[in-house]
């Protein structure tokens, strides 16, 4: 079974603060994948990052880096310098490889506020 | 690149209609859709899975006659509420997939639809 914590429900931050939302997650497999998603108010969910189970290397994208720690199962996610535009919820997710159909478990999501 | 719509993106019925919720894969051909329903607050709960041509694999809990899934092309999918009820009313988000190199594994989400069963 899979399962995905994401034990922040709700952070706020005052811009231009760095902010770190953490991702636990739970899986047998020795092969998975692991997301990160945003949802701005407006609902829909945009694509941030994958990392499948053999690549630990950290990543950076602009104001955004990951970090996964496979040895202590988790995928946690820096947002530096916030914005008022990065104010949404984010879920971490996390897929087995199942041969193309690729459920995903969802966490909770962490809403993030940032106050201007 | 993988751009998916859906529409309608609002919707307000009448108890006992039908109401068809379409998701669309605009720049890639989608071999899995998923379909997801959220309540306020709360995270994505997936309720079926369809591959292009074939039935839909409902989750457990779902009632597959009452939302009616059909993968009729590598570029659609839609989701039909049957005979809604208030409780019925939610946010309904798909996903799509497809087994190309550069997106493989990973899905890509629609707007969302919102619908509201009065």
């Known amino acids: 079974a899979q399962k995905v914590t994401q034990a922040q429900t709700e952070i706020s931050v005052v811009e231009k603060e760095d902010v770190t939302l953490d991702c636990v997650y739970e899986?047998?497999?020795?092969?998975?994948?692991l997301f990160w998603y945003k949802q701005p108010p407006s609902g829909e969910l945009v694509f941030l990052i994958r990392r499948n189970s053999f690549d630990e290397q950290n990543e950076i994208s602009g104001r955004y880096s990951w970090n996964f720690q496979k040895s202590t199962s988790s995928f946690n996610f820096t947002i530096t310098a916030s914005q008022v535009v990065d104010s949404a919820v984010y879920f971490c997710?996390?897929?087995?490889?199942?041969?193309?159909?690729?459920?995903?478990?969802f966490g909770k999501g962490n809403q993030v506020v940032v106050i201007p | 690149g993988a751009v998916v719509s859906q529409h309608p993106s609002r919707v307000i019925c009448k108890s006992g209609t039908s109401v068809k919720i379409e998701c669309r894969s605009l720049d890639f051909q989608a071999t899995t859709m998923f379909w997801y329903r959220q309540f306020p607050k709360k995270s994505l709960m997936l309720m079926a899975t369809?591959?292009?041509?074939?039935?839909?694999?409902?989750e457990q809990g779902v009632e597959k006659d009452k939302f009616l899934i059909n993968h009729a092309s590598l570029t659609l999918s839609t989701l039909t509420v049957t005979s809604a009820h208030p409780e019925d009313s939610s946010f309904y988000i798909c996903s799509a997939q497809t087994s190309g190199r550069i997106y493989q594994e990973t899905q890509y989400f629609g707007p969302g639809t919102r619908l509201l069963v009065l």
């Open positions: 997710a996390l897929s087995e490889s199942l041969g193309g159909n690729n459920r995903l478990a």
């Open positions: 369809s591959n292009e041509g074939s039935k839909a694999t409902y």
């Open positions: 899986t047998r497999d020795t092969t998975y994948y």
